[in-house]
């Protein structure tokens, strides 16, 4: 069992910046890839980014591309998401979530912490 709890989230005017944190308990947080997603009100939830179980391999939604960094410390079992140049529409709930098994279905998922862009 894997718990994951996000932190970093709050009001930022567009154009800023803000560090999303996943702290993940569990020993085998290092052989999980992770992903972040958000959903946005009256919309679904979508993809944002992946990081694979070394970091060596990330990947990012084109909404986000070149705007978010992905990354990890496996030694403190936490992801981050490093989101700059923000803008209203990256308003949403972002949640962190683990891919137990490498099939890019995420089995456990965070309670999701809240971005608010402000214009």
């Known amino acids: 069992q894997v718990q994951l709890v996000e932190s970093g989230g709050g009001l930022v005017q567009a154009g800023g910046s803000l560090r999303l944190s996943c702290a993940a308990s569990?020993?085998?947080?290092?052989?999980?890839?992770m992903g972040w997603f958000r959903q946005a009100p009256g919309k679904e939830r979508e993809f944002v980014a992946r990081?694979?179980?070394?970091?060596?391999?990330?990947y990012y939604a084109d909404s986000v591309k070149g705007r978010t960094t992905i990354s990890r410390d496996n030694a403190k079992n936490t992801v981050y998401l490093q989101m700059n140049s923000l803008k209203p529409e990256d308003t949403a709930v972002y949640y962190c979530?683990?891919?137990?098994?490498?099939?890019?279905?995420?089995?456990?998922w965070g309670q999701g912490t809240q971005v608010t862009v402000s214009s």
């Open positions: 979530a683990a891919d137990s098994r490498g099939s890019s279905l995420y089995d456990y």
């Open positions: 569990g020993r085998a947080f290092s052989s999980y890839a």
């Open positions: 990081i694979s179980w070394s970091g060596g391999d990330t």
